[in-house]
């Protein structure tokens, strides 16, 4: 008969809370959040371009709804979810190719993606009033 072997204590999985946030983790958990939102704009995009083809009257009703100020505020957003999901996809493929794995590295290319996609957004909205 075999002898039973003794248990020990297990380390537990460390929650959340054990860590404290850096910006790596801060641009990681964005980068998936807007991913998650860009499936919802382009909802809104193809609800625009399906009103486009029904009618003109469905075209100015849409119109009206994302030309309203809640409406220009979902679309900044989407923007702004557009360009900082574009961010951290190229910070990806740099750390893909191997470079800015350093810890300070690392966190000067999130902050920098970070104010990237802020000012383009921005940028992006000035231009299009503008043309506008």
């Not at 075999?2 to 204590?9: A, E, F, G, V």
């Not at 009618?55 to 702004?80: D, M, P, Q």
């Not at 557009?82 to 966190?107: N, P, Q, Y």
Request: charged residues 10%.
């Amino acid at each position: 008969m075999t002898q039973p072997t003794s248990t020990r204590q297990r380390p537990l999985s460390p929650h959340l809370s054990v860590y404290r946030w850096t910006i790596t983790m801060a641009m990681s958990t964005l980068h998936r959040l807007t991913g998650i939102a860009l499936y919802g704009g382009t909802v809104l995009l193809a609800i625009w371009l399906l009103s486009a083809a029904i009618s003109e009257e469905c075209f100015n009703a849409v119109n009206v709804v994302y030309g309203s100020i809640i409406g220009r505020f979902i679309l900044f957003c989407y923007t702004w979810a557009l360009l900082h999901h574009m961010a951290g996809g190229v910070r990806h493929f740099i750390w893909d190719m191997g470079a800015a794995m350093e810890k300070h590295t690392a966190s000067k290319i999130a902050w920098a993606s970070l104010i990237f996609s802020l000012a383009a957004t921005v940028l992006v909205w000035v231009i299009g009033y503008s043309v506008r």
